[in-house]
T-cell receptor, first 114, second 117 residues
């Protein structure tokens, strides 16, 4: 079974600074997708960024970018120019190809210090 | 687009009663709905997968007779917690896959906070 590991239960960053959240995963599949979701206090799950495993180019979405290392099975999220609104729980997630559910890591709680 | 409406947002019920949670896909057809449970300060744990018109598939350790899932139409999936007990108190979230060539992600309902007293 696939597993997702987030080794940082909590992280903090100064406003306007950059922070990197770590994520590793385990799979024997070659075709899969990786995601980062944000869960603010409202608990609504919000997609931050996604990456197809077959793409070598790292995904970017404005201030959010990933470092996808397929051989190392690593998928870290970099948040640049951190804002107070970035404070939330961040979940790394994996899914196989096809109609399969997401497998989530345990999450990293990010605090942004003004 | 691709919105899943989940109701109720929160519910308090007495021990022994049943509670139904609904998830409706508003602008797309959700052939598959995933149901997750989230305890405070923990991650989302998959409970079951429901496909329209067929029986749900439950994850190991999830009691199918306690958590009844119905997916009778392409736009509605329901989770009924039967004979609820305090240990069933949790946050329940549904998620549907978006079957689109331009969007292969998943959309989530806003969640239901269940408190059993």
């Amino acid at each position: 079974a696939q597993t997702v590991t987030q080794s940082q239960p909590e992280m903090s960053v100064q406003e306007a600074e950059t922070v990197t959240l770590s994520c590793t995963y385990d799979t024997s599949e070659s075709d899969y997708y990786l995601f980062w979701y944000k869960q603010p206090p409202s608990r609504q799950m919000i997609l931050v960024i996604r990456q197809e495993a077959y793409k070598q180019q790292n995904a970017t979405e404005n201030r959010f970018s990933v470092n996808f290392q397929k051989a190392a099975k690593s998928f870290s999220l970099k948040i640049s120019d951190s804002q107070l609104g970035d404070a939330a729980m961040y979940f790394c997630a994996y899914r196989n190809s096809g109609n399969t559910p997401l497998v989530f890591g345990k999450g990293t709680r990010l605090s942004v210090i003004a | 687009g691709a919105v899943v409406s989940q109701h109720p947002s929160w519910v308090i019920c007495k021990s022994g009663t049943s509670v139904k949670i609904e998830c409706r896909s508003l602008d797309f057809q959700a052939t598959t709905m995933f149901w997750y449970r989230q305890f405070p300060k923990q991650s989302l744990m998959l409970m079951a997968t429901s496909n329209e018109g067929s029986k749900a598939t439950y994850e190991q350790g999830v009691e199918k007779d306690k958590f009844l899932i119905n997916h009778a139409s392409l736009t509605l999936s329901t989770l009924t917690v039967t004979s609820a007990h305090p240990e069933d108190s949790s946050f329940y979230i549904c998620s549907a896959r978006i079957n689109s060539k331009v969007n292969y992600g998943y959309t989530f309902g806003s969640g239901t906070r269940l408190t059993v007293v």
